[in-house]
């Protein structure tokens, strides 16, 4: 019984490391706060002064022709592509789940405590997710939309932003 454990103690220092190591931010170039409410998200740009709003779903009678229902926003995320973002993640009232698929993002926001992850988008485009907990009858009605655009056009976005 003392060699399987010793071989299993070989295999678990590696992948433990290793763990460690995906789960460290290394220099972030932009952190993004989230705050899930009952049923809408709030964001805030932390590294910038007075960037933060709420994002609600696009009611369907709302809707242009080239929206989502059920999935499209008033207010989209905006982000740099080819760039490290940090995002953390709480709550106002109850679990939330911040979830975008095609990044491979999923983290929960649970009042009074702040999860943290990282994410790299190397394309520009649109990335869609929901809330995918469930916190409450509108849950589903919580979606997330990130626009990934090039770091020139996301510096005029913020010049722009703190202009208006």
């Given at each position: 019984?003392?060699?399987p454990?010793?071989?299993?103690?070989?295999i678990?220092?590696?992948?433990?490391?290793l763990?460690?190591?995906?789960?460290?931010?290394?220099q972030?170039?932009?952190?993004?706060?989230?705050?899930?409410?009952?049923?809408?998200?709030?964001?805030?740009?932390?590294d910038?002064?007075?960037?933060?709003?709420?994002?609600?779903m696009?009611?369907?009678?709302?809707?242009?022709?080239?929206?989502?229902?059920?999935?499209?926003?008033?207010?989209?995320?905006?982000?740099p592509?080819?760039?490290?973002?940090?995002?953390?993640?709480?709550?106002?009232?109850?679990i939330?789940?911040?979830?975008?698929?095609?990044?491979?993002?999923?983290?929960?926001?649970?009042?009074?405590?702040?999860?943290?992850?990282n994410?790299?988008?190397?394309?520009?485009?649109?990335?869609?997710?929901?809330?995918?907990?469930?916190?409450?009858?509108?849950?589903?009605?919580?979606?997330i939309?990130i626009?990934?655009?090039?770091?020139?056009?996301?510096?005029?976005?913020i010049?722009?932003?703190?202009?208006s």
């Amino acid at each position: 019984t003392i060699l399987p454990a010793i071989i299993l103690l070989f295999i678990a220092f590696p992948s433990l490391r290793l763990l460690y190591l995906l789960d460290e931010i290394n220099q972030p170039l932009i952190t993004l706060k989230t705050i899930g409410h009952q049923w809408y998200w709030s964001y805030e740009y932390s590294d910038f002064m007075n960037i933060e709003f709420d994002a609600y779903m696009i009611p369907t009678n709302e809707l242009n022709m080239n929206n989502f229902r059920l999935l499209d926003v008033d207010n989209r995320v905006i982000l740099p592509m080819n760039s490290q973002i940090r995002i953390l993640v709480t709550a106002a009232d109850v679990i939330h789940s911040w979830t975008i698929p095609a990044l491979g993002v999923k983290v929960d926001g649970t009042p009074g405590r702040l999860n943290q992850t990282n994410f790299f988008m190397n394309r520009p485009g649109l990335f869609y997710g929901q809330c995918s907990e469930i916190c409450g009858a509108n849950h589903s009605f919580m979606p997330i939309v990130i626009e990934s655009i090039p770091t020139n056009i996301f510096i005029k976005w913020i010049m722009n932003f703190n202009n208006s």
